[in-house]
């Protein structure tokens, strides 16, 4: 289908198409007046931008660091403020291309921002969608702007994105004058909650959401991220302190133990969840007293980083971390202090408070977070009856290496949906799948076959048939009911970077595993089976 529509634009004689061009170039700086006109919107640029243009956001928060964007079609992009109450509204771009597929697609955020998502627009915009992203209500990195504003927590929460998407549509309709034909979703990490929160919140919303490595159970997560830093300590001199050094030799141990129970030593863990590595192997002895070894209290550290965490009322609130990424993990969340998103989640929208000390969390405070569950962002209710029913389906994947989200978390929605909506894996199949994709990081990256489509990598191998890019695999899906049974990755060694594809891999669809069979070498797709 791509290719059709570039084989066509590729086949208009010059003339016509500069007469096309300029048609579209007056198309666009006369929708201006409409947008304008549409309830709660400050339009602020409207801009025809020709093909090859070194696209730059120079109006952009400095700590959103949005590097310029060189979009190769023509495009209008317009961009606007839209208040969503009396104290908080959102920014909106919209990336409206000439050789529109008839598409609409919004993308999401990340972390704790506050940041448009230039890349992915300029990715979707690439496609032929007609894309939309908003700034989740906020300009920046930072958690701060929540201290004492309910209405940027809640923008944060749902409503930034939806009413982008009310807002994305219309101006989609006004420019190109015909409703779009599907709308889709795309967003990893804050981004892949905030697709979950559309299909629990507002069904209608999309044909087509792919959520990669959620922040869903967003108060746990938060939590757990805190929690780590309680367990790990504050004072990086205590006994206890386990140093990155020696978190480096623990990830060592856990890949030995655990790297063959796929049947292939490649240093990539298919299924995390099947890893229970034990350390006294790594306890210091007198033959062996080295300053990565670890003593008895910090191998005490390490076992109870290891373990799930559970609350007050003695229920699990969040899984323990995947095994075979202790190294980034402990960088993040174990380097005597707190990580920045719950640090700041916990200082500006649960207790509003900028001088919240974190070494005093206690679980009765992660108890309140999930409490209050501000404007319902724990993002985690299972029941996606009313989401299926408008026909929708959703592609979940997660990095099975992510060091930021536990990708344990993400099995436990799964089968909290089947649980909830009583239904099998291959009922669920029908509206809802979920892949592991191993040796991914967080939503990108890492050692495994990790690059599936999911965003712009600059690399060819990703981004062209539905087979290979989870993206235009939920366009087969809607549009043709062609659902993914895998979805191929693409690795490219141990520099994300550089180098040619070293790695393929066929990722399974949960609760299926992938398993080493051969005969082939285990860089070979064929070489593997669900099971
Ligand atoms: C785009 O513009 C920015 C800022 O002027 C500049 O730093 C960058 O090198 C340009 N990129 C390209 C590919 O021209
Ligand atoms: C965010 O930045 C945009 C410019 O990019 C500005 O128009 C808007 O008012 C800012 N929003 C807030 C809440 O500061
Ligand atoms: C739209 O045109 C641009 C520039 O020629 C091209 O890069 C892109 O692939 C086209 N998209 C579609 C969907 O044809
Ligand atoms: C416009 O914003 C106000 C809050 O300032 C909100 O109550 C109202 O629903 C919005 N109108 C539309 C059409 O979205
Ligand atoms: C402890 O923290 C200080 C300050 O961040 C750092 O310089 C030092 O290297 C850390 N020591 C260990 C063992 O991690
Ligand atoms: C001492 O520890 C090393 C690894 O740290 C291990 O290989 C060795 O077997 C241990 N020696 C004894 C006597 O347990
Ligand atoms: C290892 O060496 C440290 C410092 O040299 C010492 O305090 C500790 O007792 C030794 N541990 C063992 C098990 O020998
Ligand atoms: C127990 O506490 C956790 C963490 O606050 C919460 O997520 C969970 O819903 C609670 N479970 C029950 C049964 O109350
Ligand atoms: C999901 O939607 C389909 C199509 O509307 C319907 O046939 C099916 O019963 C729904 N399943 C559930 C569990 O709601
Ligand atoms: C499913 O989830 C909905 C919404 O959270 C809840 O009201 C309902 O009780 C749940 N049903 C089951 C069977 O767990
Ligand atoms: C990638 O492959 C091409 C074609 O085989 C080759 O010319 C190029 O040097 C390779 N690049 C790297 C970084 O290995």
Request: charged share 15%; proline share 5%; with cysteine.
């Amino acid at each position: 289908m791509w290719s059709n529509v570039r084989l066509i634009t590729g086949l208009l004689p010059l003339l016509g198409l500069v007469t096309a061009q300029s048609n579209f170039q007056k198309q666009c700086s006369d929708v201006r007046a409409a947008v304008a006109g549409i309830p709660n919107v400050t339009v602020n640029i409207v801009d025809f931008v020709p093909g090859g243009t070194n696209v730059t956001f120079p109006d952009n928060d400095v700590t959103c660091a949005a590097s310029q964007v060189v979009y190769g079609g023509d495009l209008c992009r317009i961009t606007m403020n839209i208040a969503t109450s009396a104290s908080s509204g959102i920014t909106l771009e919209a990336w409206l291309p000439v050789n529109w597929t008839g598409r609409f697609l919004s993308v999401g955020n990340g972390g704790l921002n506050g940041c448009i998502s230039y890349a992915d627009l300029a990715y979707a915009a690439s496609f032929g969608f007609a894309a939309v992203g908003a700034n989740n209500g906020h300009n920046g990195t930072s958690g701060k702007p929540f201290l004492n504003s309910p209405g940027v927590v809640e923008d944060f929460a749902y409503r930034s994105v939806h009413t982008g998407v009310v807002v994305g549509k219309q101006v989609t309709k006004l420019l190109y004058g015909r409703d779009h034909s599907y709308s889709y979703y795309l967003g990893c990490s804050t981004g892949g909650r905030q697709g979950f929160k559309s299909a629990q919140s507002f069904p209608n919303d999309f044909d087509g959401i792919v959520a990669g490595a959620p922040a869903f159970d967003f108060n746990n997560l938060n939590s757990w991220g805190g929690w780590q830093a309680v367990l790990a300590g504050f004072d990086n001199t205590s006994a206890s302190f386990v140093s990155l050094p020696q978190w480096v030799s623990v990830q060592a141990e856990v890949i030995r133990q655990c790297d063959g129970l796929d049947g292939a030593l490649d240093g990539i863990i298919e299924d995390p969840s099947m890893c229970f590595p034990k350390i006294s192997s790594l306890i210091c002895n007198a033959t062996s007293n080295t300053s990565t070894c670890l003593s008895g209290a910090q191998a005490t550290t390490v076992k109870n980083l290891f373990a799930d965490s559970y609350g007050e009322n003695g229920t699990l609130f969040y899984p323990r971390s995947q095994p075979g990424v202790e190294a980034q993990v402990s960088a993040i969340f174990r380097a005597g202090q707190m990580f920045v998103y719950p640090l700041e989640w916990y200082r500006y929208a649960i207790f509003n408070d900028p001088n919240w000390d974190p070494s005093t969390l206690t679980l009765e405070d992660i108890a309140y977070s999930e409490e209050i569950d501000l404007f319902g962002i724990s993002t985690f209710d299972a029941d996606l009856s009313s989401f299926n029913a408008t026909g929708g389906k959703i592609l979940h994947y997660h990095g099975q290496a992510d060091p930021i989200i536990s990708s344990l978390n993400s099995p436990r929605y799964y089968e909290k949906v089947a649980a909830n909506m009583s239904l099998s894996p291959s009922e669920l199949d029908e509206f809802y799948r979920f892949f592991r994709v191993s040796g991914m990081g967080h939503c990108g990256g890492g050692n495994g076959a990790w690059d599936i489509g999911n965003r712009y990598t600059g690399r060819p191998q990703a981004a062209s048939t539905p087979e290979d890019n989870v993206l235009l695999a939920m366009v087969e899906w809607v549009e043709e009911g062609k659902a993914p049974e895998s979805i191929t990755g693409y690795g490219y060694g141990k520099l994300p970077t550089a180098g040619n594809v070293t790695t393929t891999r066929k990722h399974c669809k949960y609760p299926g595993r992938n398993v080493y069979v051969g005969p082939g070498p285990n860089t070979d797709p064929s070489a593997w089976k669900c099971i």
